[in-house]
C-alpha cells in the first residue's frame, strides 16, 4: 500500500501563490506515476498535473499550463505542486495521487487540501 498525505492548502488572495505538498510513505518503491487533481465546489474531480515518480516527464491539463508547476524530490519521497498567479476559480479541494503504471488508474489517493482563493 502506498499512503498519501498532501499538506500546504489555506485561503489566498487572487494573484496570490501557493505551494502543496504530499508526502508518500509505504510501498513507494512501486510507484509509477505521480499526480494532483482537484474537485471544485459542486464539480466531478478532474486532472490538474502529473509527473512520472522516476525521470522527470510532466503533464499538464491545459487550464494550469503556465500557472502550475509540478515538482518531486524523490529522496525525501514528496511531490509538489506550485500554484502561481491564483485565481477565484482554482478554490478546490487538491488531492494527491500515485499509481503503478502506464496500464492502471490512480489508485492511490490522499485526503485532499483545501485550497481558497478569495479577496
Known amino acids: 500500500q502506498v499512503q498519501l498525505v498532501e499538506s500546504g492548502g489555506g485561503v489566498v488572495q487572487p494573484g496570490g501563490s501557493l505551494t502543496l505538498s504530499c508526502a508518500a510513505s509505504?510501498?513507494?518503491?512501486?510507484?509509477?506515476?505521480m499526480g494532483w487533481f482537484r474537485q471544485a465546489p459542486g464539480k466531478e474531480r478532474e486532472f490538474v498535473a502529473g509527473?512520472?515518480?522516476?525521470?522527470?516527464?510532466?503533464s499538464y491539463a491545459d487550464s494550469v499550463k503556465g500557472r502550475f508547476t509540478i515538482t518531486k524530490d524523490a529522496a525525501k519521497k514528496t511531490l509538489y505542486l506550485q500554484m502561481n498567479n491564483l485565481k477565484i476559480e482554482h478554490t478546490a479541494v487538491y488531492y494527491c495521487?500515485?499509481?503503478?503504471?502506464?496500464?492502471?488508474?490512480?489508485?492511490?489517493w490522499g485526503q485532499g487540501t483545501k485550497v481558497t482563493v478569495s479577496s
Open positions: 495521487a500515485a499509481r503503478h503504471s502506464s496500464n492502471t488508474q490512480y489508485g492511490h
Open positions: 509505504g510501498r513507494t518503491f512501486s510507484i509509477y506515476a
Open positions: 509527473i512520472m515518480w522516476v525521470g522527470s516527464a510532466t
